[in-house]
């Protein structure tokens, strides 16, 4: 397998001319949502790489090397040597659709040696818990799953999925790889410390989340948040909730995509409810 790495900033366009690997089958493609605007910069990626997937999603901060930045776009264009390489998208309006749509993901890659499969999803009207789920229940036996939601920085008002090299909104996209010689290492870190005491949720539906210990979950959100609160949803990407499914149970974080004023809710990236769950907030550390 060979990588071949480039960088586009709006000061000083690409960092190295694309193209180097010509035979890539697979692209990369992380950007902010004013990169994803840029229809020049598509076209040089389709043009330097012409037999790629070119995939991937806008964030809230691209990643190069070791450093993250804002208003730019990484990408990584693959060249394996025995791996193959086949992607599918579908169309998502809701989070109701979510378990769905990774149903129809699943069902629609070819099953015979997938190994695994990579996913990008629509940021703001997506329930990734369900998402998730569907395609883990259609996906074959041992093949594992990785991806993210896309992200639009604080703003919460548009994400996009780059599907065939083009960004697209309301989309997921999951990308298979084929054959024994690829393999995947995967992990997670949480960098945060929790505050606050721990309480149950009371009232949810989904990823939406009403109420703990019977109260209004905004309302005491927003206590906590103090001066921070006047800046939601935006301010919730550095308060997120650790949520537990048992007092033992390993926590989970769930960030917020959004909230409603008049119905008193909260809405996350994924799954609030389940059996009863245990919640503390979180503080960026």
């Known amino acids: 397998m060979r990588i071949e790495s480039r960088r586009w900033t709006p000061g000083g366009g690409w960092d190295r001319v694309p193209g180097e690997l010509p035979g890539a089958q697979l692209v990369l493609v992380f950007a902010s949502t004013s990169a994803c605007a840029r229809a020049e910069l598509f076209e040089t990626m389709s043009a330097a790489w012409p037999l790629a997937e070119i995939v991937g ?10 450093q993250v930045s804002d208003d730019t776009l990484s990408v990584a264009a693959i060249e394996f040597r025995d791996t193959v390489v086949a992607c599918s998208r579908v169309a998502i309006d809701a989070p109701a659709e979510s378990f769905a749509a990774g149903t129809r993901l699943a069902q629609s ?10 996913v990008f999803s629509e940021g703001l009207h997506v329930n990734g818990s369900e998402l998730v789920k569907g395609l883990i229940e259609s996906l074959p036996d041992g093949v594992t799953v990785t991806g ?5 920085g604080h703003r919460f008002e548009r994400t996009w999925v780059i599907w065939h090299g083009r960004p697209e909104e309301g989309t997921v996209v999951a990308c298979g790889l084929y054959g024994s010689a690829i393999r995947v290492g995967y992990a997670s870190l949480g960098g945060r410390d929790p505050f606050g005491p721990e ?8 990823n939406v989340l009403y109420e703990l210990d019977g109260r209004s979950a905004l309302e005491l959100y927003k206590q906590y948040l103090g001066e921070h609160a006047a800046d939601l949803p935006a301010s919730g990407l550095l308060f997120p909730l650790s949520l537990r ?12 995509l959004g909230v409603n004023e008049e119905e008193q809710r909260m809405t996350f990236a994924g799954e609030s409810a389940a059996p ?7 503080a960026t550390s």
């Open 109 to 118: 890659l070819p099953r015979e040696g997938l190994a695994h499969v990579l």
């Open 276 to 282: 009863p769950i245990f919640v503390r907030s979180f």
């Open 148 to 152: 993210g939601l896309s992200g639009d």
């Open 199 to 206: 309480r149950l949720i009371t009232r949810s539906a989904g």
């Open 245 to 256: 499914t048992a007092p033992d149970a390993t926590p989970v974080v769930r960030t917020i």
């Open 57 to 66: 999603c806008s964030t809230a901060g691209e990643i190069f090397d070791t």
